[in-house]
């Protein structure tokens, strides 16, 4: 059982990633799926969170919301973290963070409760 982020690296300001959280031993399908950062020398802040399939809203933080769009692929049990127009301040590793539907909302995920963490992958805003 798995969860695993990848796409991260170096982008300039204004420019576009997109992080993928991809999951084996279980199904995606089920689970609510955020993601946080956390830059050098901060706390680690929520980013965004996709419900569980059954309904699928998503929710962003204030720093984002406009900018990054999260989505779920359930045949490749892959969630997205598209994040454009990006910023010296996106910089940070990126999380993402799994958990069950019937165990809670988003709004737990928001709080960081998880059945299962990914590892991170670097993002860095720079010129």
């Known amino acids: 059982v798995q969860l695993q982020a990848s796409g991260g690296g170096l982008v300039q300001p204004g420019g576009s990633l997109r992080l993928s959280c991809a999951a084996s031993g279980f199904s995606l399908y089920y689970y609510n799926v955020g993601w946080f950062r956390q830059a050098p020398g901060k706390e680690r802040e929520w980013v965004s969170c996709?419900?569980?399939?059954?309904?699928?809203?998503?929710f962003y933080a204030d720093s984002v919301k406009g900018r990054f769009t999260t989505s779920r692929d359930n045949a490749k049990n892959t969630v997205y973290l598209q994040m454009n127009s990006l910023k010296p301040e996106d910089t940070a590793v990126y999380y993402c963070?799994?958990?069950?539907?019937?165990?809670?909302?988003?709004?737990?995920?928001?709080?960081?409760?998880?059945?299962?963490w990914g590892q991170g992958t670097q993002v860095t805003v720079s010129s």
């Open positions: 963070l799994a958990l069950q539907g019937t165990k809670g909302t988003c709004y737990r995920v928001s709080s960081f409760a998880a059945d299962y």
């Open positions: 996709i419900s569980s399939s059954r309904d699928g809203s998503t």
